[in-house]
T-cell receptor
Framework: KAGVTQTPRYLIKTRGQQVTLSCSPISGHRSVSWYQQTPGQGLQFLFE???????NKGNFPGRFSGRQFSNSRSEMNVSTLELGDSALYLC????????????????FGAGSRLTVL | GQQVMQIPQYQHVQEGEDFTTYCNSSTTLSNIQWYKQRPGGHPVFLIQLVKSGEVKKQKRLTFQFGEAKKNSSLHITATQTTDVGTYFCGEGFKTIFGAGTRLFVKA
């Protein structure tokens, strides 16, 4: 079956612009999580969506937002881009059974690499 | 808030040497998941541990969940160049990860 698809894979923006990234989860996966990865900073959790509702949110400014559609596809938006927003943005989907023992096993997409100039 | 700490941040080993990375949480974990990210790639799920004191093996990799469910470890026996990458731990369901341990293997 198809994996998690993220588009675009690479993009270059300038400071002050905004960007929208897209994520198509694995068919049947209802949860989509977004992460920011910068060198040496690991995986910084942005937010998680489940059934079109934001269920969890990380510690990022309001410039970072997201949404999920009825088909579970998700988008994240970053407004007023800053140089520090340059990073690999990873999306991960899961079945999200909601029970710890059968917990989210995340399947990650290849990521969208954003460069802000 | 909940924190998951991983040590060491980096580890350089000679091929054939063993390697261990540790994951520690400030709170009790419901489970622990481990992922591996190859250079230039994306994280890939390795394993999930749920029970206190649980030990699971995958070929040369041994995963352990602490008795108090606050820590976990990943041990690789006789490392190979294919083991190169960053290993992340985190609690499933809450999707919070440690900063990862980056493994370098010298042939």
């Amino acid at each position: 079956k198809a994996g998690v698809t993220q588009t675009p894979r690479y993009l270059i923006k300038t400071r002050g612009q905004q960007v929208t990234l897209s994520c198509s989860p694995i068919s049947g996966h209802r949860s989509v999580s977004w992460y920011q990865q910068t060198p040496g900073q690991g995986l910084q959790f942005l937010f998680e969506y489940f059934s079109e509702t934001q269920r969890n949110k990380g510690n990022f400014p309001g410039r970072f937002s997201g949404r999920q559609f009825s088909n579970s596809r998700s988008e994240m938006n970053v407004s007023t881009l800053e140089l520090g927003d340059s990073a690999l943005y990873l999306c991960a989907s899961s079945l999200a059974t909601g029970h710890p023992s059968g917990a989210n096993v995340l399947t990650f997409g290849a990521g969208s690499r954003l460069t802000v100039l | 808030g909940q924190q998951v700490m991983q040590i060491p941040q980096y580890q350089h080993v000679q091929e054939g040497e063993d390697f261990t990375t540790y994951c520690n949480s400030s709170t009790t974990l419901s489970n622990i998941q481990w992922y591996k990210q190859r250079p230039g790639g994306h994280p890939v799920f390795l394993i999930q541990l749920v029970k206190s004191g649980e030990v699971k093996k995958q070929k040369r990799l041994t995963f352990q969940f602490g008795e108090a469910k606050k820590n976990s470890s990943l041990h690789i026996t006789a490392t190979q160049t294919t083991d190169v990458g960053t290993y992340f731990c985190g609690e499933g369901f809450k999707t919070i990860f440690g900063a990862g341990t980056r493994l370098f293997v010298k042939a």
